[in-house]
């Protein structure tokens, strides 16, 4: 029997809760006054159990045929069940019997908001505020439903309201941080929970917000310090510990983010994350080995971890170990049959190995997920042209990826397509093209060393720094 549910309840309420259960067990019938059953079924739903929350509903509608608190609470459970039209139906009646029962009202205000009826729900959440009863909920709940709208101020207005009533309401803290967020408001962000932890310093949910809006602004010293007064009040929050760690890593400081990481491993069931963020920071290094190392506790923790085996595939494709990168990005497929992204890294493994046939097998197994992923495109031109087949990847170029985002990428490959091919003016084009994007000039030279030695081609991009330096000048 799990015993946690009952972690935050009263003993009279486990009492009750599990003489109810010892019933449904027996079959037998006992009687529960109105109270009783109202509290049973109220328990069942806020720790969200559906199959007893039907039965004790149930139970209390046979024992109380005609109570509307009980009938409130079927209202309830027709929510649960994502069933809002009748649950709606059930309410207005309710309402025509008790026009001014404010928990009928709330949930009227309730079911409109899932229907997506925001100013009806925000209307029927005014009307409950009636009894003074709840207010920090009604606040956040109206908060939501203008959230919703994209009516952000007026939404920070109401989880402010709801702060100032319940300060640990963690859902209005959280929503509020993601107003301030999603409005650009760094400063004010950063203003209100700098205020609002002086007020209430044992939020660690406040705190964290707090290190979120430094983080934003790349102020990561003081976000390190915010995360810190976190698990200084709550050594267990594996998510400040998670961002602590990508602080410490955005400052180049591998040593406290892999130290970090490594402290978390204590405060979470889900260690495979945590061993596939440990890879990531080795990869970044070129640590290829340690990288594997980490990469490999994953999937020895999660055997399902898709991107840790896709990790190790592309890390032994590096290395050259070509059976073991098969092996691991098998192992993904198995997982993700349609990946366009697993399906291309196991092509580009065959082709890197000259295993050209079986490379254009997988891409022709790719190519229908290709839809919404430039990047396999790309990758499949780089096959083409690893064949030296110019003509074929221009024609895939140009007829695949006609308003390619990755603009520097693309055209960088169809220069060295069109220099190959001879068709020079295509060529002075698409030069154009990689010189006008950040850095353009270098990574197209990068990549076709050739065009060092082609005098038009240098003439163009001597002609585009001059212009260039004379812009900066003026």
Known sequence: MNTDRFKNYEDDVKLLVLDFESMERRGSNR?????????????????????????????????????????????????????????????????????????VLYALGVVYGALDQHRKAIQYYHKA????????????????????????????????????????????????????????????????????????????????????????????????????YALAIDDNYFDAYMQLASCHFAMDDYSNAVATLHESLAHTDDKAYVYYRLGEIFKSQNNIVTANVYYRKAVNEDPYYAEAWH???????????????????????????ESPVYLTTLALIYADNGDFDKAEEVFNKAIPYYSDFEQGWLVYTDCLIMQERFADAREVLVRELPDCDLV???????????????????????????????????????????????????????????????????
């Open 129 to 228: 505020e009636a009894d003074g009863y709840e207010l920090a909920t009604i606040y956040a709940n109206i908060a939501d439903e203008y959230a919703k709208m994209d009516m952000l101020a007026d939404a920070r207005t109401y989880y402010r309201k709801a702060l100032s009533i319940n300060p640990d309401d963690e859902h209005s803290i959280f929503e509020l941080a993601n107003c301030y967020e999603d409005e650009g408001l760094t400063d004010k962000w950063i203003r209100f929970f700098s205020n609002f932890v002086e007020q209430h310093p044992y939020s660690r949910t406040a705190w964290f917000c707090l290190a979120e809006a430094y983080v934003v602004e790349q102020l990561y010293e003081k976000a390190i310090d915010a995360y810190q």
């Open 408 to 474: 520097l990428e693309f055209s960088k490959r169809l220069a060295l397509c069109y220099y190959n091919l001879g068709q020079r003016n295509l060529l002075f084009n698409a030069v154009r093209d990689c010189i006008c994007e950040e850095n353009g000039e270098q990574q197209l030279l990068d990549y076709c060393p050739e065009l060092n030695n082609d005098y038009e081609v240098m003439n163009i991009i001597e002609s585009h720094r001059r212009e260039s330096q004379k812009n900066q000048q003026q």
């Open 311 to 337: 990790m190790l595939a592309l890390n032994y494709g590096i290395t050259h170990s070509y059976y073991a990168a098969i092996d691991a990005i098998e192992r993904a497929l198995k997982i993700d049959r």
């Open 31 to 103: 009687y529960f006054d109105v109270d009783q059953m109202e509290t049973i079924i109220d328990f069942y739903l806020e720790t969200a159990d559906s199959e007893m929350l039907e039965k004790s509903v149930r139970y209390g509608e046979q024992l109380f045929p005609t109570s509307n608190e009980i009938r409130l609470r079927r209202a309830h459970l027709l929510c649960f069940k994502e069933r809002y039209d009748e649950a709606l139906n059930l309410l207005k009646q309710l309402q025509q019997i008790e026009p001014n029962d404010t928990d």
